[in-house]
């Protein structure tokens, strides 16, 4: 039963009716392994698919080395040329975490907050996938974020995912982590300004509304979407975004010698599912992400975390 208190607080956030949908939304779908969402099979919720993966790898004798493998987080640098940004942004850096999953990530993620040791950034944003399971209990996983956030610098902001409810928000946003619901931002720098939007799943959800977020985006100023997951790249692209930093694939997590995905989760090419990648006009870049999903393992597909560097184009 939701406590009434985080439900009136859901109410100031979002508006009687928004909150009172996007709370019947998650009742209704957020534990279905067959339909809803963007692709019709849901393994992350299939409860006994854990089990199923820990014993196979077991018996072969891998499941050690994918735990170790999980465990290893990379930094990885990420250059984005724009002849739109603004001059007083040209060096402009964001740090890019995605799917965290904390509660089965924990390792991961101290790995993660060493590696950032020395570096700067101008802002954290996260995409999304912030909790282990679908449902349920969601305490921990704040828990969790909520120490994690005291070793990242503000601002941070956020999005949801599929594996998120959004009954964290208020905890979120009370740990100073700005969550945006079909929202944007103005950061300004120097008498100049560029707009930071997000979206809420679009994945399984289906909660984005990708025309509000834009509809109040003036044209020829630059601007970045915040989307858990990289499959609504053309809505993106023909709404004018420029830049468009995401997660949920995890890259496959499971892959094939060469990195090769065994599967994506997502309905998009595979050529955009981990990494940086243009699609029209539109940058993009995939996150593999710094948890693991399901379960804590990764075969040739490293973690990460990412320091994308915004520079200007001089035409």
Not at 216 to 226: D, N, V
Not at 268 to 284: E, I, K, S, T, V
């Amino acid at each position: 039963m939701l406590d009434p208190s985080l439900l009136e607080k859901l109410k100031a956030r979002l508006g009687p009716l928004h909150a009172r949908q996007r709370l019947g939304i998650e009742a209704d779908r957020e534990t279905r392994v067959f339909g809803q969402g963007l692709n019709f099979f849901h393994p992350e919720n299939w409860y006994a698919l854990p089990s199923i993966i820990k014993i196979a790898l077991m018996a072969s004798g891998l499941y050690w080395r994918g735990r170790r493998n999980a465990e290893r987080v990379e930094l990885r640098r990420n250059r984005v040329v724009s002849p739109l940004l603004p001059k007083n942004f040209d060096g402009f850096t964001i740090l890019h975490l995605s799917d965290l999953h904390v509660e089965l990530s924990e390792r991961a993620l101290r790995c993660a907050v060493e590696l950032l040791a020395g570096h700067s950034y101008d802002i954290c944003v996260l995409t999304g996938d912030f909790r282990a399971a679908t449902a349920g209990p969601f305490a921990p996983t704040l828990a969790g974020l909520e120490n994690l956030c005291t070793q990242l610098h503000a601002p941070i902001y956020g999005v949801l995912g599929n594996h998120d409810t959004v009954m964290m928000v208020p905890g979120m946003e009370e740990m100073g982590i700005r969550v945006l619901l079909n929202e944007h931002e103005i950061i300004e720098r120097g008498g100049e300004r560029i707009h930071l939007a997000g979206v809420d799943d679009a994945h399984y959800f289906r909660v984005d509304n990708i025309e509000k977020t834009a509809a109040a985006l003036p044209e020829g100023e630059y601007s970045i979407l915040l989307s858990h997951t990289p499959e609504i790249y053309r809505q993106a692209a023909h709404a004018g975004f420029d830049l468009m930093l995401s997660g949920h694939t995890h890259g496959g997590q499971i892959c094939l010698p060469g990195s090769v995905p065994i599967t994506l989760d997502s309905v998009l090419p595979r050529r955009m599912g981990a990494g940086a990648w243009h699609y029209n006009q539109l940058a993009g870049y995939t996150s593999v992400g710094t948890g693991s999903c399901i379960v804590p393992v990764r075969f040739n597909c490293a973690p990460e975390i990412t320091l994308h560097r915004l520079e200007r184009k001089i035409s």
